[in-house]
């Protein structure tokens, strides 16, 4: 199993939930984060005045996967992610060990 953490624009949630469910992944964790990559945030114009915002609002989806689904999701998230623009955000995947479903006790890909 595999875990994918993907860093991306708020307003991009939303296709992207649609389109893991349209590859059998409908649940995921969302967490509202705040950040910045290699751009180091941003310069914005307010009443003539320019100003910079560091950390930019971001979401963070987490979705755990089989071995086999890694690349199926990864390429789903990136291709509803995908503005063309600095920020659009990036993927992270890890290992899982083991994972338990708290109600039934039953372990493994079983969970997912």
């Known amino acids: 199993m595999k875990k994918i953490e993907a860093i991306v624009r ?3 949630v939303e296709t992207i939930r649609e389109a893991l469910e349209d590859a059998d992944y409908p649940g ?8 910045h990559g290699k751009q180091k945030g941003v310069k ?8 910079r ?6 979401t963070k989806i987490e979705i755990v996967v089989t ?3 890694v690349r199926k ?7 509803k992610a995908r503005t063309g623009e600095v920020g659009d955000g990036k993927i992270f995947v890890s290992a899982i060990e083991n994972a338990m479903r708290v109600r039934t006790g039953e372990e493994g890909e079983a969970v997912i």
């Open 73 to 79: 999701i990864m390429e789903a998230i990136s291709q």
């Open 10 to 12: 708020t307003d991009k």
């Open 44 to 51: 914005r114009m307010w009443r003539g005045r320019e100003y």
């Open 53 to 58: 915002v560091d950390l930019l609002p971001k």
């Open 67 to 69: 071995d086999t689904d």
């Open 28 to 35: 995921m964790t969302l967490t509202e984060v705040r950040g």
